[in-house]
């Protein structure tokens, strides 16, 4: 099998092996350049909300979340991610990140972001992963799932408690002074590439 290998590698010319050599280093180098750019890596490490504020689209939302009861009890992926395995909350995050980033750089997302069905159904388990003592034993609300809650069967907690925690987001203007309250981070482009691009 080895030696197969061996003689189909010897077989390519040298000019086509250089140049898939070089496609192959452009690729990987734009792609890393792409992942540095959007600062990929503050999204895996750890759960620092400072992360979501990459998009200046999320600047209300960390904004509201500052001001409201959960600031300093739970952070953004306490909320938005599943917690049932590693795998499930990073692949979550993966896919749930690509496609944020897909609907930006296609100038797809919306004045106020609006949780997809996917997204409402981690976020409403979370909501009873927190608050199960106080449904279940001081409210007596019982758990009712989000599926239940879309069949009309009960409410979704946000049905009650829309405003928690990022308040009142009808659209980016409804928190003008966000962008001074938020800790935007600076951009990731080096200087010498700025010049290049002015």
Same mark, same amino acid.
């Given at each position: 099998m080895m030696e197969k290998l061996k003689d189909y590698v010897h077989a390519i010319p040298f000019r086509l092996k250089?140049?898939?050599?070089?496609?192959? /280093?452009? $690729?990987? /180098?734009?792609?890393?350049? $792409?992942?540095?750019?959007?600062?990929?890596?503050?999204? $895996?490490? /750890?759960?620092?909300?400072?992360?979501?504020?990459n998009c200046h689209i999320m600047a209300p939302y960390y904004a509201t979340w500052s001001h409201s009861s959960h600031n300093g009890r739970a952070t953004c992926n306490d909320c938005h991610v599943p917690h049932q395995s590693l795998t499930l909350k990073y692949g979550f995050k993966a896919i749930d990140g690509l496609k944020h980033t897909a609907y930006f750089?296609?100038?797809? !997302?919306?004045?106020?972001?609006?949780? !997809?069905?996917?997204?409402?159904?981690?976020?409403?388990?979370? @909501?009873?992963? @927190?608050?199960?003592?106080?449904?279940?034993? $001081?409210?007596?609300?019982g758990r009712i799932g989000y599926m239940q809650a879309k069949a009309g069967e009960g409410k979704a907690c946000w049905d009650c408690h829309r405003q928690v925690p990022h308040g009142k987001m009808n659209s980016l203007s409804s928190t003008p002074w966000a962008e001074t309250q938020v800790p935007i981070p600076s951009s990731p482009v080096p200087d010498w590439l700025e010049g290049l691009l002015k």
């Open positions: 250089v140049t898939l050599l070089v496609l192959a /280093g452009v $690729f990987v /180098g734009l792609g890393a350049l $792409f992942m540095y750019l959007l600062r990929a890596h503050t999204y $895996f490490v /750890g759960d620092n909300p400072g992360a979501c504020v750089v296609t100038n797809a !997302e919306h004045q106020a972001i609006k949780a !997809e069905k996917l997204t409402g159904q981690v976020v409403m388990d979370n @909501c009873i992963r @927190c608050h199960t003592q106080l449904n279940q034993e $001081f409210v007596k609300t």
